[in-house]
């Protein structure tokens, strides 16, 4: 028996991790910046839950948390993170840097079969698994992490039934791989005016980005009311049970009549849900509830988004280690793949090495840390690292899906 039973206590301890994770990430003391600076913050979100899980004092199978958390916080918090994009805001950016995210992406899609095809030739054995444990539906939640983010991982962690066991193991390939490139990107800020001048491209539009994007922040910014927060919670749950609705009616439909879709996942509710959630987010945006951004519309659903990731943490099972160096080779394949795709395109289109980090980081990394990699090139530039991994939620689910179902053929 687990030393903690009770949900609402497991919540609380999850909360309280949650808020000393926070409390010290954004502390000024330099111990704890130097910390922060190996070890990112989202890494100890998905660990610290599962050594309690490890030691017995919780059991996630015993829990309803990591449900309630997949099947409401996660639907609205893609409402909340879509809703928030500007597509005027993000074409200002210029093509290139809307080439170089989708070049990412691209890499992302098309890398994950490649590398499951390479290494399956070479050892069958670490391509091998069947029901539950077929390896590409653990590689569907890392394509989903890659594009989108924690949202995405878990929407394509439902919608392909991989096993706990598996998904432990390609947690850690997704954050391990993840955060190597991108101590990768943060060296290359250092030395981004050498790659540009490789790559030969103009960076004065830089400069010109960091005004347009500071005035936009300003011009939407304001204080937040109750009503605003009631219409922020109201828009996000409301899309969700329409999601639900959809699901549950479309779903055993197809089941029934559809062998063909069935096989594409349409059979599962919750591709119906996070599907309306996604499209219902875009809709959104292209109304006045767009301003709701202002008043903390993504933050809001940035918090379910790390409630999620914690309850997920929950379900980590640290003994899956032993499992997963082969699953690091494929990881490493297919990184290499994004990274080789981005650099040519980079050089092509002669991109400044901005646009390729954050491009590259809005869909590996996502809202938590494409913010950190534009930073790290100016602090003004941050909010274009969100305004791309916004983006990346809205794409993630659907080119996730479509890697999944390549690599199921392969």
Excluded at 23 to 31: D, E
Excluded at 181 to 201: C, N, P, T
Excluded at 305 to 321: H, P, Q, R
Excluded at 324 to 342: D, S, T
Aim: with cysteine.
């Amino acid at each position: 028996m687990p030393l903690i039973t009770n949900d609402a206590v497991v919540f609380g301890l999850l909360m309280a991790i949650l808020l000393a994770i926070f409390a010290t990430s954004n502390s000024s003391n330099p111990g704890w910046k130097k910390f922060y600076r190996f070890v990112p913050s989202l890494l100890l979100c998905y660990f610290i839950p599962s050594i309690f899980t490890t030691f017995g004092v919780i059991d996630p199978d015993e829990s309803n948390l990591y449900y309630m958390a997949s099947r409401y916080l996660l639907p609205a918090s893609l409402v909340l993170l879509t809703l928030s994009i500007n597509l005027k805001a993000i074409a200002k950016l210029g093509w290139k840097a809307i080439a170089m995210f989708f070049a990412g992406t691209t890499g992302i899609i098309i890398g994950g079969p490649i590398a499951l095809a390479l290494v399956g030739a070479i050892n069958p054995e670490i391509t091998a698994g069947t029901g539950p444990d077929e390896v590409w539906r653990g590689l569907a939640t890392v394509a989903g992490s890659w594009i989108g983010g924690g949202a995405n991982q878990t929407a394509m962690y439902e919608i392909f039934e991989a096993s706990d066991t598996l998904f432990s193991a390609m947690i850690t390939v997704d954050i391990i791989v993840a955060n190597f490139w991108m101590a990768f990107l943060l060296y290359g800020a250092g030395i981004s005016d050498r790659v540009d001048s490789w790559f030969k491209a103009d960076s004065s539009a830089i400069e010109e980005l960091k005004k347009s994007v500071s005035d936009y922040q300003a011009s939407i910014a304001k204080v937040p009311t109750y009503l605003d927060f009631v219409k922020i919670i109201a828009i996000a749950f409301i899309i969700t049970a329409l999601g639900h609705v959809i699901g549950d009616v479309v779903a055993p439909w197809v089941d029934e009549n559809s062998e063909f879709l069935s096989q594409l996942s349409f059979n599962s509710p919750f591709f119906w849900i996070v599907v309306t959630a996604t499209l219902g987010g875009f809709a959104m945006s292209f109304t006045k509830h767009r301003n709701l951004e202002g008043a903390g519309a993504s933050k809001i659903g940035s918090l379910f988004l790390y409630i999620l990731v914690m309850t997920i943490g929950m379900k980590m099972d640290l003994g899956a280690f032993v499992d997963v160096p082969g699953y690091f080779i494929i990881g490493f394949v297919w990184i290499m793949i994004h990274v080789i795709i981005l650099l040519s395109v980079g050089k092509l289109i002669k991109a400044p090495f901005f646009f390729t980090a954050v491009g590259s980081q809005a869909n590996v990394g996502g809202a938590a840390s494409a913010p950190i990699v534009a930073s790290a090139f100016s602090p003004a530039l941050a909010p274009v690292g969100v305004l791309l991994a916004v983006l990346g939620y809205g794409v993630g689910t659907f080119g996730a899906w479509l890697c999944a179902i390549i690599m199921q053929m392969v």
